[in-house]
């Protein structure tokens, strides 16, 4: 039997979905409820490029923080848990908890960027896969199962893991895969994501088990790749690389033209 080429595990939003008109409307729109100033595209694009807000929680009330402050506005940004309420409002639409046909918010807005038969061909080709996301499990696994048929996928949800770029997810998961402990006599392990905090994962793994071999592969978020952003895209791309990306694909076909290659070869 021949043993598997390498593990190579997913971030989900802008590598599986394009979040464009879901989570990040989630963002704008839960933004402008509390202190009346709608973040464009960009400035999401900005503060996500800085490595270190990786939750769209966090990221909104950051938004609203800084706004406030560099605005000198006399208003009180919302608690956490107000911001999340109305955060779910619009991206579920419902209870997260409830049947997904309940729900009518943004999360219905969401369109594929894989298909099923990528999954298959991979592990045709001997590699693993799985997925670390920060996404809520109740949204990650509605992409995977409904939409994608994927059952009982490897995954690693928000909340079942610190966030990225914490790599507790990531070395989590591609242990649970690994048949022999990591390190250098294990296959390489590559982590696909769309954010500085998705690179910054695989370099904080390298720094904790440094005989392991892990490969940060990168792709700019879907919006980036309409020919009038091209410019943005180069930019976002550029930062990507800075941050430590180790390949950088314009396409998830790409990934699967390339994909043995990136385990036998030195990317």
């Not at 943004?106 to 693993?128: A, P, Y």
């Not at 390489?188 to 690179?199: C, E, F, K, S």
Request: glycine content about 6%; proline content about 5%.
């Amino acid at each position: 039997m021949q043993h598997n080429i390498g593990i190579i595990l997913f971030d989900i939003d802008g590598v599986i979905r394009d979040v464009t008109n879901s989570y990040r409307m989630a963002i704008q729109e839960t933004v402008h409820y509390f202190c009346k100033w709608k973040p464009s595209i960009q400035d999401i694009d900005s503060i996500k490029s800085e490595g270190c807000w990786n939750n769209d929680w966090d990221l909104s009330l950051e938004l609203i923080n800084r706004h406030i402050k560099d605005n000198c506005l006399s208003l009180p940004a919302p608690t956490r848990k107000k911001l999340i309420q109305r955060f779910e409002k619009y991206y579920f639409g419902g209870d997260p908890n409830h049947d997904s046909s309940e729900w009518s918010g943004f999360i219905n807005n969401e369109t594929l960027l894989v298909k099923k038969d990528l999954f298959e061909e991979l592990t045709q080709q001997k590699i693993q896969w799985g997925f670390v996301s920060g996404a809520e499990s109740p949204s990650a696994k509605f992409v995977l199962e409904k939409r994608l048929g994927l059952i009982s996928a490897p995954l690693i949800a928000m909340g079942e893991a610190p966030d990225k770029p914490d790599p507790t997810g990531f070395i989590s998961l591609s242990s649970k895969l690994s048949k022999i402990p990591l390190g250098c006599s294990n296959t390489p392990i590559a982590y696909l994501g769309d954010t500085v905090a998705d690179v910054k994962t695989v370099i904080n793994a390298r720094i904790r088990i440094p005989q392991q071999k892990f490969k940060s592969i990168a792709i700019a978020p879907p919006h980036l790749h309409l020919l009038s952003n091209k410019e943005r895209r180069l930019n976002y791309e550029a930062n990507l690389r800075k941050a430590g990306a180790d390949l950088i694909i314009q396409s998830m076909d790409n990934l699967r033209n390339d994909i043995v290659n990136l385990f036998t070869s030195r990317y």
